[in-house]
């Protein structure tokens, strides 16, 4: 094994030049969610076998997946990395580390490990993406948002690799609500690197969260070219576009995006899936028929009950089989309630302190039991940033508590959280329409 160096200068152990030029090319390909980056890996093995960061790339993609039966080979290609990494250099063995830890489950430990690799190395763009995967999924804005800045100093334009940066900046600072910082950061990474779905989709959360659904759609058809080209994320800037046209009041059209672009019929991936269940649950509350839907969905999750890998997914899990009458959902709900977990399970806590009651409230709702399902969710309701994701992303959980409290006939609870709503989002049709009826039905009974 020799010594040679990526195109960040970050020192790389490998057999030859020809495996740290495919490093770098796989490095660009996850950037940029290019939909042959499995294969730019498979080159790295091909160049190099026993390549230390090969080996936490291949466990890295493998968790990123977030699927059960994934984790024995994630935990394999974990396991080789360190065995590798003892003639490796300081940073790929903190790397190796990383992966063994997050294939244990302990994904916090994971990112305190790329955090300290980012203190003596903020150019590793590797550690810094990962930071932020898990920085979302943990739903603490402020770790998100920090973790990011903390290494810009350290950056600029001539770095290969910068407007990513700029584009997970832009998502750190809306989720944090810094919302002019955002945009800037966002329209910066664009104009360096129009192939960037993550600084395109951080740009699309400012416009949702702002109720800006013209500029937002804009934005998005703008960048159509690029974004269309990317992995299966690009299904969730097509949910992103379905979300403005919603609040638009375009229901017709939400529908047919669902079918042509949301659905994701052949595929597995967990943010496919949670896409989709999303949207359908958002068209329920919003009063259309989405016939038969929801079946080929929850035949996806019908034997992803046992893997409580994120809560966040779970509960989107749990949603679809309940929205079906599957009794598989009471099954996974006593399953999660009864896991155990390693010792450092990073998700063990957040899915005993609020995945089992949320999905106490998923199921009351879905089988109308609306008095059960708000009792359920008011306790938890300030604290289901827990489960991560973004605050778009979190708002179907908002969406079913004012459902739910307004077909449960509690006029008191959903006049309150429509108030909220309407304060928060002054444009959303939805809210507005709701607003007004519920007031005029309540009126009329005052004045009967």
Known sequence: MAIFTDKRDLTLTAAGAEAARAFDHVMDGYLSMAPDTGDRLKGVFAADGDMVMAHCLKAYFMMLMAMGGLMPKAEQAAAKAQELAVHASPREQMHARAAVLWTARNMDGAARVWEEILLDHPRDILAARLAHFANFYSGDARR?????????????????????????????????????????????????????????HAYAHVMEMQDRQDDGLAWIDRLRPHWTQANNFQNHIWWHEALMMMDQGRMDDVMAQYDAHVAAPESEEYLDICNAVSLLQR????????????????AKVQNRTEEHILTFVDLHYALALAAMGDGKVHEMREFMAAYEGAEDDSNLPIMKALGVPLVDALIAYREGRYGDATDAMIPVRYEIWMMGGS?????LFNLILIDAARKSGNAALTRALLAERRAAMPHDDWTEKTFSEFSAVQQAGLNS
């Open 144 to 200: 998100l948002r920090d973790s990011v800045n903390r290494i810009m100093p350290a950056w600029g334009q001539d770095v290969p690799g910068f407007s990513y940066l700029k584009g997970m900046q832009a998502f750190g600072f809306e989720e944090s609500g810094d919302y002019v910082r955002a945009q800037a950061a966002a329209e910066t990474a664009i104009d360096l690197e129009p192939m960037d779905p993550w600084a395109t």
């Open 391 to 395: 605050h778009a992303q979190r708002d």
């Open 283 to 298: 068209l329920e509350i919003m009063g259309l028929d989405v016939g038969d839907r929801w079946a080929p969905l929850a």
